[in-house]
């Protein structure tokens, strides 16, 4: 005789195996044995079903019950948490009336920072692979998680970086819906937007300081995030003085950012190129130093990226390398293009397996484990 036993919330772990096949409240078998949640998105989907698991025998009243959570170093629960929790900061009709709106902001950039101590790579590679959100948020925990690794080699304190990450955060809070129509729509921009473009880092300052902010770093960087290095840019009527370092630091962020997620009407720039494209513009718009230092940290290939070797192989960009040109890489497919049963470390240093090119991730075709890849819930790359 079979036993329906239905699974308790906290039973089921994000990047952690499931010790059962998995059925919904219809007896529809969903997830076999072994297969792995993703993110805590996609195990909530799924425990709204309501999930059970098959028992031969009488159960122990425990079973399926929440089990302690086990402490992990695995940046991504950490950061794909904030997604969800940052859209209700910042989308709301009135965020002011949000109870303790900079406190809240101010806890996410504490978790983001977690993550990235936790495993800055891993943390870097959610930009390429991460759980799918809508662009206004997602674009803005990116270019937070950025500004949290050139902050560290700039050597700012963690208050300075925290006050940084909620600029980074909060950059686009008056135009977070705006920011979903642009990045879809393949028109030229209309009269309108373009004024709310222009007026969003001056009505973004009076909206955070409605909602309770009185931090100057994070007010001034969310004011000048789209003044260039050589004092121009917008909002207009400051003196020719660069803005802060700071602010200069989100910019460069963003525009990095924005050239690898691509829009509707042009296709996405591997890290690779987009890294190319910032030093042309570094000759007033982005500070050279601060240029200089973003290619040291993050190097040319982004974790997440996946590469084409010279032997023929693809594979994934796990770590940043000693040299920038040469960095982990694990190969997720042969030479015949098939996909390997698990990840092969592939030394990038070697004349075999140098990287010939990026390779857009829409024209790859193997499905990869991310929580494999790094070294989590379980797995150990090979």
């Given at each position: 005789m079979s036993y329906r036993v239905q699974i308790k919330a906290g039973a089921i772990q994000v990047a952690r195996p499931l010790v059962w096949d998995v059925y919904d409240d219809k007896?529809?078998?969903?997830?076999?044995?072994?297969?792995?949640?993703?993110?805590?998105?996609?195990?909530?989907?799924?425990?709204?079903?309501?999930?059970?698991?098959?028992?031969?025998?009488?159960?122990?009243?425990?079973?399926?019950?929440?089990?302690?959570?086990?402490?992990?170093?695995?940046?991504?629960?950490?950061?794909?948490?904030?997604?969800?929790?940052?859209?209700?900061?910042?989308?709301?009709?009135?965020?002011?009336?949000?109870?303790?709106?900079?406190?809240?902001?101010?806890?996410?950039?504490?978790?983001?920072?977690?993550?990235?101590?936790?495993?800055?790579?891993?943390?870097?590679?959610?930009?390429?692979?991460?759980?799918?959100?809508?662009?206004?948020?997602?674009?803005?925990?990116?270019?937070?998680?950025?500004?949290?690794?050139?902050?560290?080699?700039?050597?700012?304190?963690?208050?300075?970086?925290?006050?940084?990450?909620?600029?980074?955060?909060?950059?686009?809070i008056?135009?977070?819906?705006?920011?979903?129509?642009?990045?879809?729509?393949?028109?030229?921009?209309?009269?309108?937007?373009?004024?709310?473009?222009?007026?969003?880092?001056?009505?973004?300052?009076?909206?955070?300081?409605?909602?309770?902010?009185?931090?100057?770093?994070?007010?001034?960087?969310?004011?000048?995030?789209?003044?260039?290095a050589d004092g121009k840019g917008y909002p207009q009527g400051f003196s020719e003085d660069p803005p802060p370092a700071a602010a200069r630091m989100i910019a460069l962020a963003d525009f990095f950012c924005a050239k690898i997620s691509g829009r509707s009407y042009r296709p996405p720039l591997s890290s690779h190129k987009a890294m190319q494209a910032i030093f042309p513009a570094s000759d007033g718009r982005f500070d050279a130093g601060i240029a200089e230092l973003f290619v040291k940290t993050l190097g040319i290939y982004l974790p997440g990226t996946f590469v084409s070797l010279k032997n023929n192989q693809i594979a994934v960009v796990t770590r940043r390398g000693e040299k920038i040109q040469s960095p982990i890489v694990y190969a997720v497919t042969g030479k015949d293009g098939m996909p390997l049963p698990g990840p092969v470390y592939r030394d990038t240093c070697l004349p075999d397996y140098g990287i010939v090119r990026s390779i857009p991730a829409k024209e790859v075709v193997v499905k990869v484990n991310r929580y494999q890849l790094w070294g989590y819930g379980g797995f150990n790359p090979k």
């Open positions: 007896g529809v078998l969903l997830l076999h044995k072994g297969n792995v949640i993703e993110s805590a998105r996609q195990l909530d989907i799924l425990m709204a079903r309501g999930l059970f698991f098959m028992s031969e025998n009488m159960p122990d009243p425990d079973i399926g019950k929440p089990v302690p959570q086990q402490e992990e170093n695995c940046p991504f629960p950490l950061i794909e948490q904030i997604y969800p929790r940052l859209e209700k900061l910042i989308d709301a009709n009135n965020p002011e009336t949000e109870k303790d709106f900079p406190a809240k902001i101010i806890g996410l950039c504490s978790q983001l920072q977690r993550a990235c101590t936790q495993d800055a790579d891993a943390a870097l590679s959610t930009i390429l692979l991460g759980t799918a959100f809508r662009y206004s948020i997602r674009h803005n925990v990116d270019v937070a998680i950025i500004c949290e690794l050139i902050g560290q080699t700039l050597e700012l304190s963690a208050e300075e970086r925290l006050s940084v990450l909620a600029a980074a955060l909060t950059a686009n008056a135009m977070t819906a705006l920011t979903d129509v642009l990045y879809a729509q393949p028109d030229p921009l209309s009269d309108r937007e373009k004024e709310a473009i222009v007026a969003h880092p001056e009505s973004g300052v009076a909206l955070l300081k409605a909602c309770g902010v009185n931090d100057p770093l994070w007010l001034s960087c969310v004011l000048h995030h789209h003044r260039s």
